[in-house]
C-alpha cells in the first residue's frame, strides 16, 4: 500500500507542475475562462444571453474516386455543401414576450425569417467579436430544461459572418 501511495503523489505531483510550467494550453490574450455576454439584436427585438454556442458553420466531406495515369487508385476527399451551424443561447427566464410571439410565427409565414447579429462582451462590457446573420429563425425555445429559471433558445440561419 506504501508503494501505492508514493507512485500516486509522484503522478500527481508530476500533474501540478506540468500544469504549472505551462503543460496546460493558455490564451495567448489572457482571456480563458473570463465571463462573456452576448447581445442579440434580430428583426427589432434586442436581448442579452450569458452562453452562446454553435457559432460556425461546416462543409460536407464528399469523397471521390481518383485514378492516376499508371492505373492507381485512390480516394480523394473534396468540399461538399456548407452549412451553418445552429446556434443555442442561454439567459435567465424574463416577463418579454417577444421572443415567444415570434416563435409562435415559424411556419405561419410572415416575418419569420431575419437578419439579425451577436455581440460579445467582455467583463468590462467591451465588444471581443461580432456575428452577422442572414435568414434567423427560432427553431425552439426550452423553458427550465436544464436548471430553473433559465430559458434556452436555438436559431437556424442560412449564413453567418464573423465581422470583428
Excluded at 410572415?110 to 460579445?120: K, S
Amino acid at each position: 500500500m506504501n508503494r501505492f501511495n508514493s507512485f500516486l503523489s509522484v503522478i500527481l505531483g508530476f500533474v501540478m507542475v506540468s500544469s504549472a510550467n505551462g503543460g496546460a494550453i493558455e490564451d495567448p490574450n489572457g482571456s480563458a475562462g473570463r465571463p462573456v455576454h452576448y447581445e442579440f439584436s434580430a428583426g427589432g427585438i434586442t436581448t442579452y444571453f450569458t452562453d452562446c454556442k454553435g457559432l460556425g458553420s461546416q462543409n460536407e466531406v464528399v469523397e471521390r474516386p481518383l485514378t492516376g495515369p499508371r492505373g492507381e487508385y485512390a480516394i480523394i476527399k473534396i468540399p461538399g455543401r456548407q452549412s451553418v451551424k445552429n446556434l443555442t443561447c442561454s439567459k435567465s427566464l424574463g416577463k418579454s414576450l417577444e421572443f415567444w410571439n415570434w416563435r409562435q410565427q415559424v411556419g405561419k409565414g410572415g416575418r419569420e425569417r431575419v437578419d439579425a447579429t451577436l455581440i460579445a462582451y467582455d467583463q468590462t462590457m467591451s465588444p471581443i467579436a461580432e456575428w452577422s446573420f442572414t435568414h434567423v429563425w427560432p427553431v425552439s425555445i426550452d423553458y427550465n430544461e436544464t436548471s430553473p429559471g433559465k430559458e434556452t433558445m436555438v436559431f437556424a440561419a442560412d449564413q453567418i459572418q464573423r465581422m470583428r
